[in-house]
């Protein structure tokens, strides 16, 4: 009798956790492996590729160059992108605290990255992400989300596309960097 009340109990349980399980992901947004976003607080609207591949976002930027500012180094660069629903290019110089620099190795070799914070809508949240800075001119998508910024998304299904559109007013939900996405 006590191996049949632990069976059941560990029935269950079992039940119980893929209950939750299934639950948690019904509340989670899906998204494609590519998807409309707003660069904030310019509006920019963009096409992102999801990449699970990725760990850290990277954005498309020209002109980088570091600096010192008030004694903490700095960012300098261009986006220079065209907006997906005007047609029309965005082009300014930006400049933003560097947050850390990333070491990239591929096939080219090996490339040290400068990384900043910035905003992306998605759905109807501003996230405040990770982005590496490099010249993405020769890529199809301007924009390339890693697992970091996908984890807070929501989940990814890789056979669709376009399935949030980036709707983020003045009141939209705006999740902040967490440090703690930096161990991972």
């Known amino acids: 009798m006590g191996k049949t ?19 948690a992901q019904a509340e989670d947004k899906v998204f494609g492996w590519v998807e409309n976003a707003y660069i904030e607080p310019w509006g920019i609207a963009v096409k992102a590729k999801l990449d699970s591949g990725a ?21 300098r660069f261009r986006l220079k992108l065209e907006d997906q629903e005007s047609g029309d290019t ?20 090996r490339d040290e990255r400068p990384v900043v914070l910035m905003d992306v809508c998605m759905g109807g949240t501003i996230y405040e992400e990770q982005f590496s800075l490099r010249d993405r001119e020769e890529m199809i998508y301007p924009l390339l989300l890693g ?12 056979r669709n596309t376009f399935l949030q559109e980036p709707e983020c ?5 705006y999740v902040p960097h967490d440090p703690e996405d930096d161990q991972s």
């Open 147 to 158: 697992r970091r910024t996908i984890s807070h998304l929501g989940l990814l299904d890789v």
């Open 169 to 173: 007013g003045e009141n939209a939900a």
């Open 90 to 109: 965005f082009s300014d110089q930006i400049e933003r605290p560097l947050y850390r620099e990333q070491t990239v190795r591929g096939a080219g070799g």
């Open 55 to 75: 760990l850290t976002s990277s954005l498309d930027a020209r002109d980088i160059e570091m600096f010192e500012k008030d004694g903490e180094e700095w960012v």
């Open 5 to 23: 009340f632990l069976g059941v109990l560990g029935a269950s349980v079992l039940a119980g956790s893929l209950l939750v399980s299934a639950t």
